[in-house]
């Protein structure tokens, strides 16, 4: 049976709370992920932030615009330079400062179950209270799908 030191990736990135919602968003799309744990300087672990809470946080940033004659209601399509300025939301303003975590010796059957039951795309991996790694939904897709592949090789 797998378990989660065989399909974590052990090279995590992260990002620190003071940094702002714009350098999260950017680290996320050069990346190519869609979350990452928060730690302070020393290391600590205060949280997770993903791409949902970036959509979260960008569909409050601003407020509704109603026009004078009360009929229309929506958001600013403009050109960009002419957006209404807002506050720079910093990451500690929107992360999740609770994290799901898993040990390396977990199971993948467990690890789907706790991904299932709350309704989470990572899992953070934890050895004594430090990030040794991190496990995605796509991750336990591409273990499920190399199972098949060994296991359709084999009949």
Same mark, same amino acid.
């Given at each position: 049976?797998?378990?989660?030191?065989?399909?974590? !990736?052990?090279?995590? &990135?992260?990002?620190?709370?003071?940094?702002?919602?714009?350098?999260?968003?950017?680290?996320?799309?050069?990346?190519?992920? @869609?979350?990452?744990?928060?730690?302070?300087?020393?290391?600590?672990?205060?949280?997770?932030?993903?791409? !949902?809470?970036?959509?979260?946080?960008?569909?409050?940033? &601003?407020?509704?615009?109603?026009?004078?004659?009360?009929?229309?209601?929506?958001?600013?399509?403009?050109?960009?330079?002419?957006?209404?300025?807002?506050?720079?939301?910093?990451?500690?303003? /929107?992360?999740?400062?609770?994290?799901?975590? +898993?040990?390396?010796? !977990?199971?993948?059957?467990?690890?789907?179950?706790?991904?299932?039951?709350?309704? /989470?795309?990572? /899992?953070?991996?934890?050895?004594?209270?430090?990030?040794?790694? /991190?496990? @995605? @939904?796509?991750?336990?897709?591409? +273990?499920?799908?190399?199972?098949?592949?060994? @296991?359709?090789?084999?009949?």
């Amino acid at each position: 049976m797998q378990i989660v030191a065989d399909i974590m !990736t052990r090279e995590v &990135l992260t990002i620190r709370p003071e940094k702002t919602v714009r350098e999260l968003a950017n680290l996320l799309a050069h990346a190519r992920i @869609s979350g990452v744990p928060v730690v302070e300087e020393s290391g600590k672990l205060v949280g997770v932030v993903s791409q !949902t809470d970036v959509a979260a946080y960008a569909s409050h940033a &601003l407020p509704p615009i109603r026009d004078p004659s009360g009929y229309y209601q929506g958001v600013w399509l403009g050109p960009p330079g002419e957006l209404p300025v807002m506050g720079e939301a910093l990451v500690a303003d /929107i992360m999740a400062p609770y994290v799901y975590f +898993a040990c390396e010796e !977990t199971s993948l059957v467990e690890l789907a179950d706790l991904m299932l039951d709350r309704r /989470i795309h990572r /899992i953070l991996v934890l050895r004594s209270g430090q990030v040794v790694g /991190i496990v @995605s @939904s796509l991750d336990l897709i591409r +273990a499920l799908r190399d199972q098949l592949v060994d @296991s359709k090789n084999e009949d």
